[in-house]
């Protein structure tokens, strides 16, 4: 199992970002995904998360009506549309597969860096 991220950086706030998760080495549309977060010298904190069909999506309420879930099982990609971004969402962005059927993780990418700064 692979998972790989994609796309962050360094914005200013109200700005957008676009992150990617791109898998490998496991049914890709079998699984349902989240996006995990940890800001520095902070624990870990579910941001959004989608099932296998793309028909259910959660998101944590620090980020609801700002970012957007999606996936797309044929290129095997999970995706993290961040809008109207603040210094708040600064933190290592992590995808996460969750054990089946549950809302429990078992594996991680190794995460990408998105700051908010001005």
């Known amino acids: 199992v692979q998972l790989v991220e994609s796309g962050g950086g360094m914005v200013q706030p109200g700005g957008s970002l676009r992150l990617s998760c791109t898998a490998s080495g496991f049914t890709f549309s079998s699984y349902d995904m989240s996006w995990v977060r940890q800001a520095p010298g902070k624990g870990p904190e579910w941001v959004s998360g989608?099932?296998?069909?793309?028909?259910?999506?959660a998101y944590a309420d620090s980020v609801k009506g700002r970012f957007t879930i999606s996936r797309d099982n044929a290129k095997n990609t999970l995706y993290l549309q961040m809008n109207s971004l603040k210094p708040e969402d600064t933190a290592l962005y992590y995808c996460?597969?969750?054990?089946?059927?549950?809302?429990?993780?078992?594996?991680w990418g190794q995460g990408t860096q998105v700051t908010v700064s001005s």
């Open positions: 996460a597969r969750h054990v089946a059927g549950t809302w429990r993780h078992d594996y």
């Open positions: 989608i099932n296998t069909g793309s028909g259910i999506t």
